[in-house]
């Protein structure tokens, strides 16, 4: 019997025993489901043999495929929920330094936090999502900023990790700060680390163009008067009657 699949003639089926590899005869059956994954790879025509009923074609088995996951991807996996706490520092005068601390915990509340927190200023609080390495940032265009502690720590459970920064205005009026949070990730044959950001907050902080001698002297004169200017100039009146 003969039919027309596509372009080819079905043919009778040949024997297990028997298989073709280009008119050649392949060894087993495995040899020519091999040869046939060799073509579809390669973009090639099969020409198969066929029975009555239609073209036999091989079933082609692959392995399942692994979920491959990149390294964001697995720490997003990973990611446990911690607390924040970190201060807003109060007016200072412009040759004065603003200290800002944070501090985070895997385990302590933020009421916690917040009275660990040893600098001046107002008290603010926070959840965030945290991995075991964390880099804390303080940036702002009118302070100069430094780092009192490392910006990248590994957080340890049962110990309280802190940033601290110091930051001196450069100019007077209320001016910003930036702080902001991130997890950080190791990617495999890298020496740094990419950052995914999980807090980030603007701290004003209002600067008096006042200096803090001139503030001393504006906020004291009547004690300084009594205490070194009277006594002063009762001794050089004292002198002078002498004098005379």
Same mark, same amino acid.
């Given at each position: 019997?003969?039919?027309?699949?596509?372009?080819?003639?079905?043919?009778?089926?040949?024997?297990?025993?028997?298989?073709?590899?280009?008119?050649?005869?392949?060894?087993?059956? =495995?040899?020519?489901?091999? /040869?046939?994954?060799?073509?579809?790879?390669?973009?090639?025509?099969?020409?198969?043999?066929?029975?009555?009923?239609?073209?036999?074609?091989?079933?082609?088995? &692959?392995?399942?495929?692994?979920?491959?996951? $990149?390294?964001?991807?697995?720490?997003?996996? &990973?990611?446990?929920?911690?607390?924040?706490?970190?201060?807003?520092?109060?007016?200072?005068?412009?040759?004065?330094?603003?200290?800002?601390?944070?501090?985070?915990?895997?385990?302590?509340?933020?009421?916690?936090?917040?009275?660990?927190?040893?600098?001046?200023? =107002?008290?603010?609080?926070?959840?965030?999502?945290?991995?075991?390495?964390?880099?804390? /940032?303080?940036?702002? $265009?009118?302070?100069?900023?430094?780092?009192?502690?490392?910006?990248?720590?590994?957080?340890?459970?049962?110990?309280?990790?802190?940033?601290?920064?110091?930051?001196?205005? &450069?100019?007077?009026?209320?001016?910003?700060?930036?702080?902001?949070? &991130?997890?950080?990730?190791?990617?495999?044959?890298?020496?740094?680390?990419?950052?995914?950001?999980?807090?980030?907050?603007?701290?004003?902080?209002?600067?008096?163009?006042?200096?803090?001698?001139?503030?001393?002297?504006?906020?004291?004169?009547?004690?300084?008067?009594? $205490?070194?200017?009277?006594?002063?100039?009762?001794?050089?009146?004292?002198?002078?009657?002498?004098?005379?």
């Amino acid at each position: 019997m003969e039919g027309k699949c596509g372009e080819g003639k079905l043919k009778a089926p040949q024997s297990k025993s028997s298989f073709r590899k280009n008119n050649n005869e392949f060894a087993s059956e =495995e040899e020519e489901i091999r /040869h046939i994954q060799e073509i579809i790879l390669n973009g090639g025509n099969i020409d198969l043999p066929a029975t009555a009923a239609g073209p036999t074609v091989p079933t082609i088995l &692959s392995a399942p495929e692994t979920e491959q996951l $990149t390294p964001e991807e697995q720490t997003i996996k &990973s990611l446990v929920k911690g607390n924040i706490a970190f201060n807003v520092p109060p007016e200072i005068s412009i040759d004065e330094v603003a200290h800002i601390q944070l501090l985070l915990d895997l385990e302590k509340s933020q009421s916690q936090l917040k009275q660990q927190i040893t600098v001046q200023g =107002e008290q603010h609080s926070a959840q965030i999502a945290v991995y075991k390495r964390m880099f804390a /940032h303080l940036t702002g $265009t009118d302070f100069i900023i430094s780092n009192v502690t490392p910006e990248l720590q590994l957080l340890t459970r049962g110990s309280t990790t802190k940033w601290q920064w110091e930051a001196k205005p &450069s100019t007077e009026g209320v001016h910003a700060l930036h702080l902001a949070v &991130s997890i950080a990730i190791q990617v495999d044959g890298e020496t740094t680390y990419k950052l995914i950001e999980s807090f980030d907050r603007v701290i004003k902080v209002k600067v008096s163009g006042i200096s803090k001698m001139s503030s001393f002297f504006e906020n004291n004169w009547q004690w300084l008067w009594a $205490t070194f200017l009277v006594p002063i100039a009762a001794w050089f009146w004292k002198k002078r009657q002498v004098a005379g």
